[in-house]
């Protein structure tokens, strides 16, 4: 595949993108809290994310191995900034939990890999096969981004030790969730991961990267979107000034 047909399959992969965001406005993905029946089989939450997740980890090494270009500096660093987002969404995130016996459906998981295996082959194939910022580490650029996604990878662990607090072993009862940025919004978790995906963009400084950023803002902005409509549904008291996923904006 030339530069050029990359770019056409990014390009083509962002209205795949903008379809979903369109879709998502309109029905929330059937799992957590809006899991509902019809959506086929399904199995346990904990083993659906390993599922989901684990072919991210996997993908961007496959894809980026034997390329032509070197493993840069800057290629390394990249790599294991995905990795430590991804490798705590597999392996460690889903044993800390506490789904209460909450099932995914199957048709979600599937979805799930899917973006992944493609993702990870577009973001693999731009850093040894179409280029990377060569030996940027102290470019002033790479330092913002790498301040950046350590930030939202900050934030979004910090919102999923406060969602763990709120239940007890075996509980799978909804509550309120306070401190933090879950007092400005609804969902710093998903804020956080934006800012992650932001940031891997900068650090790409490529198509592929903003092709990424593009669909966690199509994934993520709708689910935060239902979820900030379903805590205010649940919850008389929820509070008013608290916004679904950015601060006095959204």
Not at 30 to 43: A, D, L, Q
Not at 94 to 104: A, C, D, E, N, Q
Request: aromatic share 12%; proline share 6%; hydrophobic share 50%.
């Amino acid at each position: 595949m030339n530069q050029h047909s990359f770019h056409l399959l990014c390009y083509g992969w962002i209205g795949v993108a903008l379809a979903s965001f369109a879709l998502l406005l309109r029905v929330a993905a059937p799992y957590g809290r809006h899991h509902r029946r019809g959506w086929g089989p399904s199995i346990n939450q904990r083993l659906g994310w390993v599922l989901m997740e684990l072919p991210a980890v996997i993908a961007i090494a496959a894809f980026a191995w034997g390329g032509p270009l070197p493993w840069s500096k800057t290629t390394i660093a990249m790599l294991a900034l995905w990795q430590l987002h991804y490798l705590n969404r597999a392996l460690i995130f889903p044993l800390r939990i506490r789904s209460g016996g909450k099932r995914t459906p199957v048709a979600i998981i599937g979805s799930a890999i899917f973006f992944n295996v493609v993702n990870g082959f577009i973001q693999g194939r731009q850093l040894t096969y179409f280029g990377s910022p060569s030996d940027a580490l102290l470019e002033p650029t790479f330092i913002l981004g790498t301040a950046l996604f350590l930030c939202g990878l900050a934030i979004n662990l910090h919102a999923d030790a406060v969602l763990r607090q709120l239940r007890g072993p075996g509980e799978n009862n909804y509550a309120i969730p306070q401190g933090g940025l879950y007092r400005y919004v609804s969902c710093p978790n998903y804020l956080g991961e934006l800012i992650e995906w932001s940031a891997w963009a900068l650090l790409s400084r490529s198509l592929a990267g903003l092709t990424f950023t593009i669909w966690t803002a199509a994934n993520l902005v709708p689910r935060a979107l239902s979820h900030h409509r379903w805590y205010r549904e649940q919850f008389a008291g929820y509070p008013k000034q608290r916004r679904a996923l950015i601060p006095g904006l959204l």
